[in-house]
């Protein structure tokens, strides 16, 4: 075994603004073969897979990074092989990773140059926490059309505040909403604009927490719901509940038990400067409920990808020919 | 290349046409579909090529030519194509999709008689790997062609440097052949739609249509022969019939009630038929076993273009959980998406039909807004009736795919 | 190679053996765009963002037209150039256009047609068109059914195709409409009238013989006159034989229906589908704009076939944007309804366009309003600007705060402003730059000339109104005098009633049509109001409220009667008559105008008094009337008015005689009675001298006259006319008396008899200057 620290050589990646999670992690694993020194494709794969899992430990939201790991060590499961010489093989892999990762940052322009054709001009467009792909979309829209742009603040995190001024920055109107206020704003908007974690086999959609019920307002008041994809984000997965995604634990959504009074509050950490124990600060609130919820694919109009505007159905399409047979 | 004068005829013909159809003089898909297959027989006729690129890029452009010329008629399509940005602008819109699509599966049939052709003869060039193609286009084993050596192929050589000829004088008659069916289908596509219509319609059951199709009309009529049963027509006013006749040379179409001239010809065939105005739709639905529509374009995500009206009628058919079934021809479907977007795809007549010219003192206070189509959105539709097969809307998307070739989805 | 090539065109031509021709007389012969088409014909100016000549070959080609003669006059070598250039050159566009570059010579449609005839152009039935037509009427129907009668009847040399349109449609221009009267069987055309604005037509008269011949006849002033005519190829030969006939309606349409010798039949044919319409004035511009965008003209609609080419999006609420992603829209701006944009213009912030097309390459400053306008290419509007109801020509500069008021066409590369304000239906154009090519003159040489006359008259206090930096000449508001005398539409008030940026609502002509006794067949064309408000408005501009003053009269739009022959007297023999004075007053006019020799004018006159059935003494009433009309008043009197009255004798005096009959007496009755109620009464003795001297009436003749009790006024009612008469009849006494003496002077001289000697000699010397020139007549005028 390398001592390679597959985790760090993530972390250091991901400095990197432009490179997503899937991307970051694709790029590890090519370090990682660079590393190593396995001798047979065998011994390959399973030591990237044994890197992958631990990404996947390691990472507190690891949905769109198992993707990029998934497609990496499939592809090079699939790779034919006919020279004998390994080493060349491994030079080659490498090679293929890096180059996947140089085209996949053009996806983004790709997706938002389709995107583009849906957005008529002067329209109202509602967005969800902070997207990259979808930033690049509305950026790309601006140059061209009248858009207004609606974001919903996207709590815990925030980063709608984080869309919100950085659309400002180049002069698009911008509002931003609160999360319980999208049902009081759908009507103004014309459609819904939302980036991904990861789309899965079914055709859902895998994103910040909110999307879901944006999407299902959005259905109700009959407006399209768009997501936006690049294809690294195709994740096998065919969850059926909110309760199947990796990231869902126990600990998500438990109901505090009520403490009888009096007892002392052992559990609760040492914080000296406590005072209410009843008080439920943010932080906490933010423990106790999901980071990204599951949108069923009969919620969302289209997924925009590098590949195509797709229905949800299209996307399995993909997944069946990369994974199955 | 190809001689002068060659070029010169073809672009006289498909300049021809290009002028019809923007003039409305061609009317109707089926029209449209034919014409455009007419042209392309004698682009390819006439065609010289030494190899399939070539002769591609020759139909492509006069695709693309006879598409642009409809300027409605150029839409985006769902397949992401490396087109510079500056093309990329928005363009949609609806005439006759059916040109693009007859030119798209003219296409798709060269290439496969081409890979016929050229099984064996030709090595298959090493394949090329890369993460992305792996991811577009599925598990590369799939790709890998089985050798078959059949020596009884005549050699097809490409780029022939001796006789350029060569190429497109073995390939030609097969192509001709490969358009010919396309033609057969075009010609044939009524009764093979029509042909399972005893299956859709039961003795005693009472239909509901709209307007005039002629898909529709050959459905019901093919269906009157097993059965007895009722028609409901909903005269669409003040809608188009493309009724084509030929005079001068020209296809003409008239703009009359096509409910009417669907009720007449229907009732004159011997099929119980009531013409009802558009207004009672909603209030006959509850009565009415299935709604059967016709199509002006598929699209692809399962929706589609139809006579305006059909949009009221599959609301009210949904209100009532009545089944709405979709007769079209496939030539009909159509690699698009977005075009329910645009206000304008929706192809606007001039409004003499609902507000006379000679009341002139209305003219010029209200403005009158008189659409070809409506588009339905595909939960709103049951099944699709094609000389395909019958599909649920979701699978549209599957028939397209294997009807055309994804590169031609942008012409 | 070659040999299959034309597979596609034979199939295109079908079974039709015959190509079918049009001819598109290019030019307007007149000047209702000016100063818009002073470096440019009309037939390019850019409507919707084509040049109109592009949507006149659109319209034809959608009926099936193969072959086009386009007929160019003035910028002839700019259409040519400019067909050369554009797509229907190329190959593949189906049609082939020739462009024909006619004489300077050309003044009318009439030389234009007698043209075609020289030149043989035409082999078959052709259409004949306008270049400023937009339609999507199917004429090639129009051209079966006018084949199918010339099957059975070979006189039916044409057809016109009418719209039926409403009286009150935005389209139907109210200055310039006509009264049809078609049989409502076989839709034979059995009558046609003009009907203009100023003077308002208040009569058109219809012959009897139409209304006893015809048992159904409908009488129709609510049809748009569409221009398109299915022409056999006999037309063009007409006009060669009637040299006379100008205008394709007014003269020969008039013309053809009302002679008796010709025996030609004229049809019409009511469009019931399809849209048509001229652009002939820039009212018409205007709705026809509006038409376009409202899709009338479909498929001749912006997003679908734009004759230039040009890709638009269509928008909700008929709004046309550029396709090609070139326009920029601020977001601020608002684009109302109806509008078309062109690529790559601009648009500002907080800008407002409603009801306006905007060429290419324009440039809308932020917070202007553009009202019912319609820009051309290149042309840039500065912030805070208004432009309402007006043309602006292409590569205009309209520079910040400016207002443009209604009814304004500003010409090509025009430069206006800051501030500048410009009143309701100015006209303005740019001052030539000096040195400008010579050959570009010669050319435009009486274009030229106007213009440079009335750069020559600009005021310095309307320069102040421009801004600084104005490089523009205003041309005058009211008509230049010579233009007074323009017959029929061209009369500078009929324009009026044509020009952008009067009210639509206009219901200035309406019609009546009263069935009551003897004036049975009266046509009466009300116009209260309209006209006189219209002046209002037009005298104090500030009456923004002018079509408050539209008074609305109920109007039938579809005037359709069936007249059953027991309520018809017929047409009273007053109604032909006038109608018939004042056909021959047209005739004389142009013969006046266009110098005829007095044989052929004679020629004319009698064809109409064989075509009107009225007694000679009519002819004679309006050749006297008309003679003396055309003699001048000049101020003071004098020897130059005698000068002034001995030219028109002399030139025309010999017509009177000509005209079938010598009736010298009745010559001086009539001049008499001409003279009793017009302004010219004081030239009386003076044109009956000149009359004597051409030798047209005799002494005998005068005397008789004289002698006439009807002369002296006997039967008439006492007031003005009566009073004229006898003025007239005492200054024929004094004559005659002066003639008597002189005789009797000349006898005396030879026979020496001396008896008041003093007297007679200069009763002598009168006589001499009598017979050798009227200087005396001044005298004579006094004895009154």
């Known amino acids: 075994m390398s001592d390679f620290e597959i985790f760090e050589t993530y972390q250091r990646l991901l400095k990197n603004e432009e490179l997503s999670t899937p991307l970051a992690a694709i790029l590890a694993l090519t370090e990682m073969i660079e590393q190593s020194r396995a001798g047979t494709m065998f011994e390959l794969v399973k030591e990237l897979k044994d890197g992958a899992e631990e990404l996947n430990l390691k990472s507190p939201n690891p949905i769109s990074l198992n993707a990029g790991c998934e497609l990496f060590i499939e592809f090079i499961t699939l790779f034919p092989h006919p020279s004998a010489n390994f080493s060349e093989l491994k030079t080659e892999l490498i090679r293929q990773g890096q180059q996947y990762v140089v085209e996949a940052l053009t996806y983004r322009k790709k997706i938002a140059e389709l995107a583009f054709d849906f957005i008529k001009d002067d329209s109202v467009i509602l967005t969800h926490s902070y997207s990259r792909v979808v930033m690049q979309t509305l950026l790309m829209a601006h140059r061209r059309k009248r858009i207004s742009v609606f974001v919903t603040e996207a709590r815990p995190r925030g980063l709608g505040i984080k869309t919100a001024e950085k659309l400002r920055a180049v002069g698009i109107p911008c509002s931003v909403v609160l999360d319980s206020a999208v049902a009081y704003a759908i009507d103004k908007v014309d459609f819904v604009l939302v980036g991904s974690e990861a789309v899965v086999e079914s055709g859902g959609l895998i994103n910040a927490v909110g ?49 009888p009074p009096g007892m002392s509050l052992k559990t609760q950490s040492n914080n000296a400067s406590e005072v209410n124990p009843h008080q439920i600060n943010q932080e906490q609130i933010a423990q106790n409920n999901p980071d990204v919820d599951y949108t069923r694919p009969d919620l969302i109009s289209l997924v925009f990808s590098d590949v195509g505007s797709l229905t949800p159905e299209g996307v399995s399409q993909y997944l069946v020919g990369m994974f199955a047979g | 290349m190809a001689s002068d004068p060659q070029m010169l005829a073809n672009q006289r013909i498909v300049e021809d046409l290009a002028s019809r159809l923007r003039r409305r003089q061609v009317v109707g898909s089926r029209q449209a579909a034919l014409e455009t297959l007419l042209v392309l027989r004698q682009v390819v006729s006439r065609a010289r090529f030494s190899n399939v690129d070539q002769l591609v890029d020759v139909i492509r452009s006069v695709g693309r030519r006879l598409v642009d010329a409809q300027p409605k008629g150029r839409a985006h399509s769902f397949l992401y194509e490396y087109a510079d940005f500056n093309h990329g602008s928005f363009i949609t819109g ?120 002629k898909t529709v009309e050959s459905f019901l009529k093919a269906a009157a022969h097993h059965r007895n049963y009722t028609v409901i027509v909903a005269e669409t006013a003040p809608s188009f019939v493309f009724s084509s006749f030929h005079d001068h040379g020209l296809t003409r179409h008239f703009t009359r009630y096509g409910g009417r001239e669907m009720a007449k010809s229907l009732s004159s065939a011997g099929i119980s038929t009531f013409l009802v105005p558009d207004s009672s739709i909603y209030a006959l639905m509850s009565r009415v076993n299935k709604v059967i529509l016709g199509a002006h374009a598929i699209l692809a995500n399962g929706g589609m273009f139809a006579t305006s009206g059909a949009l009221l009628a599959a609301t009210a058919a949904r209100a009532y959980s009545t089944p709405v079934v979709v007769c079209a021809g496939q030539f009909k479907l159509t690699p698009l998406w977005n075009l329910y977007h645009e206000y304008g795809a929706l192809d606007f007549g001039d409004p003499s039909s609902v507000l006379g010219f000679e009341e002139g003192d209305l003219v010029d206070k209200v403005d009158v807004v008189n659409p070809y189509y409506d588009y339905v959105q595909p939960e709103l539709l049951d099944a699709f009736i094609t000389n395909y097969g019958d599909h649920p809307p979701s699978s549209i998307y599957r028939l397209l795919k294997e009807t055309y070739d994804d590169e031609d989805n942008e012409l | 190679m070659a040999p299959k090539s034309s597979a596609g065109k034979e199939k295109l031509l079908g079974d039709e053996d015959e190509v079918l021709q049009a001819v598109i007389l290019a030019d307007s012969f007149n000047k209702r765009f000016r100063p818009l088409t002073t470096r440019k014909p009309r037939c390019l100016l850019p409507i919707c963002n084509a040049p109109l000549l592009d949507w006149t070959f659109e319209s034809l080609a959608l009926a099936g037209v193969q072959e086009i003669f386009v007929i160019c006059r003035s910028h002839a070598e700019q259409v040519k150039s400019t067909i050369a250039e554009s797509r229907w050159s190329k190959p593949g566009s189906g049609i082939k256009i020739m462009p024909i570059m006619t004489a300077k010579e050309t003044f009318s449609p009439g030389d234009a047609m007698r043209d075609i005839y020289t030149r043989g152009l035409v082999t078959g039935d052709f259409v004949l068109v306008m270049g400023d037509l937009v339609s999507n009427v199917k004429i090639n129907e129009v051209v079966k059914a006018h084949k199918e009668r010339r099957k059975t009847n070979k006189d039916a040399i044409m057809t016109m195709v009418v719209k039926e349109s409403g009286s009150r449609h935005r389209t139907r221009p109210t200055g310039n409409s006509s009264v049809f009267v078609i049989d409502s069987e076989t839709s034979e055309c059995l009558h ?90 820039t009212k018409s511009y205007q709705s026809i704009s509006k038409d376009i965008l409202s899709r009338w003209t479909f498929p001749l609609v912006p997003d679908n076939n734009h004759p230039a080419g040009d890709v638009y999006e269509h928008r909700r609420g008929n709004k046309y944007i550029a396709k090609d992603g070139s326009v920029v829209l601020a977001r601020t701006s608002r684009i109302g309804n109806n509008c078309l944009i062109g690529p790559s213009t601009q648009v500002s912030e907080d800008v407002q366009i409603t009801s306006s097309v905007i060429g290419r390459n324009c440039v809308i400053g932020s917070g202007s309003i553009i009202d019912n306008s319609y820009i051309f290419d290149g042309t840039i509007i500065g912030a805070g600007c208004v432009v309402e109801h007006s043309i602006v020509g292409a590569g205009v500069e309209i520079r910040e705060n400016s207002r443009v008021g209604k009814g304004c066409l500003v010409g090509d590369g025009v430069v206006i402003g800051p501030e500048a304000v410009l009143e309701r239906f100015e006209k303005l154009s740019k001052k030539r730059e000096t040195g400008d090519d010579g050959e570009q003159e010669d050319e435009e040489e009486d274009v030229d000339s106007e213009e440079e006359e009335i750069e020559a008259n600009q005021e310095d206090s309307i320069k102040a ?131 005829h020799s007095v044989d052929n004018a004679a020629v004319e006159l009698k064809t109409l008094r064989m075509a009107s059935n009225v007694p000679l003494s009519r002819v004679r009433e309006s050749v006297v009337s008309a003679i003396v ?109 002066q003639l008597s003496q002189q005789e009797s002077d000349s006898d005396e001289d030879s026979e020496g008899d001396d008896d008041d000697g003093d007297d007679d000699e200069e009763e002598e010397d009168e006589e001499e200057e009598l017979r050798r020139g009227p200087r005396r007549i001044e005298q004579l005028s006094i004895i009154k």
């Open chain 1, 211 to 259: 999307s879901n019920q944006i999407a299902i307002i959005a259905k109700a008041a009959n407006k399209p719901f768009y997501a936006l994809a690049e294809s690294y984000k195709f994740h096998r997965l065919f969850p059926l509940s909110q309760y199947d995604l990796p990231s869902h634990n126990p600990k998500l959504l438990s109901f505090t038990q009520p403490r």
């Open chain 3, 192 to 281: 046609y009238e003009p009907v203009m604005g100023y003077p308002p037509t208040k009569v058109a008269g219809i012959p009897r013989e139409i209304l006893a011949e015809h048992p159904e006849v409908e009488i129709r002033n609510d049809l748009i006159d569409c221009s398109i005519d299915i022409c056999s190829v006999e037309v063009p030969s007409l006009f060669q034989d009637n040299f006379d006939y100008l205008d394709i309606r007014r003269d020969f349409v008039h013309g053809v229906l009302t002679s008796d010798l010709l025996m030609k039949n004229i049809y019409c044919y009511v469009a019931k589908e399809g849209y048509a319409a001229r652009v002939q004035d």
């Open chain 2, 94 to 213: 609806t005439s006759e999709h059916s040109v693009g699509n007859t030119v798209r599966k003219v296409l798709h049939h060269i290439r496969e008689e081409y890979h016929t052709a050229t099984e064996g003869s030709t090595p298959a060039p090493a394949p090329t790997f890369s993460i992305a193609k792996f991811v577009s286009q599925g598990q590369p084993r799939k790709q890998q062609t089985v050798q078959k050596n059949d020596a009884a192929k005549v050699p097809l050589k490409e780029n022939d440097p001796d006789d350029p000829d060569s190429f497109a004088r073995t390939l030609k008659p097969v192509l001709m052949e490969a358009i010919q069916d396309v033609f057969d289908e075009l010609e044939t596509v009524y009764d093979n739609i029509s042909k399972n219509a005893k299956d859709h319609i039961h003795s005693d059951e009472i239909i509901l249509t709209l307007g005039k199709s």
């Open chain 3, 465 to 595: 109104q421009l801004g600084s930096d104005c490089n523009a000449i205003v041309w005058p508001r009211e008509a230049p005098d010579e233009d007074e005398d323009e017959e029929g539409v061209e009369n500078y008030k009929n324009q009026r009633f044509l020009r952008l940026g009067l009210a639509f609502s206009t219901p200035s002509t309406s019609f009546f049509f009263c069935a009551t006794g003897d004036d049975a067949s009266d046509l009466e064309f009300t116009d209260e109001g309209s006209l006189s408000s219209d002046e209002d408005s037009d005298s104090s501009d500030e009456d923004s409220d002018s079509d408050a003053n539209f008074t609305t009269l109920p109007t039938s739009s579809a005037t359709s009667l069936t007249l059953e022959n027991s309520t018809i007297v017929a047409a009273s023999d007053a109604v032909a008559e006038s109608e018939f004075r004042a056909e021959v007053e047209q005739s004389l006019e142009r013969a006046f105008a266009e110098g």
């Open chain 3, 629 to 737: 009309e055309k003699i001048q008043i000049v101020e003071g009197g004098g020897v130059p008015q005698r000068q002034e009255i001995a030219k028109v004798i002399n030139r025309w005096g010999p017509l009177i005689d000509k005209i079938g009959g010598v009736d010298a007496v009745e010559t001086v009755s009539i001049l008499q009675t001409h003279c009793a109620t017009s302004e010219r009464l004081p030239l009386f003795a003076q044109i009956l001298v000149a009359l004597y001297q051409a030798d047209i009436v005799e002494e005998v003749d005068m005397r008789r006259w004289h002698a006439l009790p009807s002369s002296k006024g006997a039967g008439e009612e006492p007031g003005p006319r009566r009073d004229g008469m006898k003025k007239c009849w005492d200054v024929g006494a004094a004559l005659l008396e």
